[in-house]
Nanobody, 115 residues
Framework: QVQLVESGGGLVQPGGSLRLSCVAS????????MAWYRQAPGSQRELVAR???????DYADSMKGRFTISRDNAKNTVYLQMNSLKPEDTAVYYC?????????WGQGTQVTVSS
């Protein structure tokens, strides 16, 4: 079945960086818009960043200038480079694929920003 597998999460100090990866399989990756969402304890899931099939990107305001989303269609992979991390970035980060009414989700990867 369709799989989205995230990796790259972990514990990082404030001001540090992490790079998340999401490898997709068993669907036609290049025709799907890809996105990263996150969910902190007690909070709703929120959009972090998305990238269209053509490579256009969009970011939540609090992530602009710190996070960069990119995709490699040859590797069926979407990335999220996160710089200048803050404690409030602590959350489970989820990969999402969307096309028309079809959506797929990964299982999530934990990012913890703490000293």
């Amino acid at each position: 079945q369709v799989q989205l597998v995230e990796s790259g999460g972990g514990l990082v100090q404030p001001g540090g960086s992490l790079r998340l990866s999401c490898v997709a399989s068993r669907f036609f990756f290049s025709v799907y818009a890809m996105a990263w969402y996150r969910q902190a304890p007690g909070s709703q899931r929120e959009l972090v960043a998305r990238i269209t099939t053509g490579g256009s990107t969009d970011y939540a305001d609090s992530m602009k200038g710190r996070f960069t989303i990119s995709r490699d269609n040859a590797k069926n992979t979407v990335y999220l480079q996160m710089n200048s991390l803050k404690p409030e970035d602590t959350a489970v980060y989820y990969c999402n694929a969307a096309r028309s009414t079809t959506q797929y989700w990964g299982q999530g990867t934990q990012v913890t920003v703490s000293s």
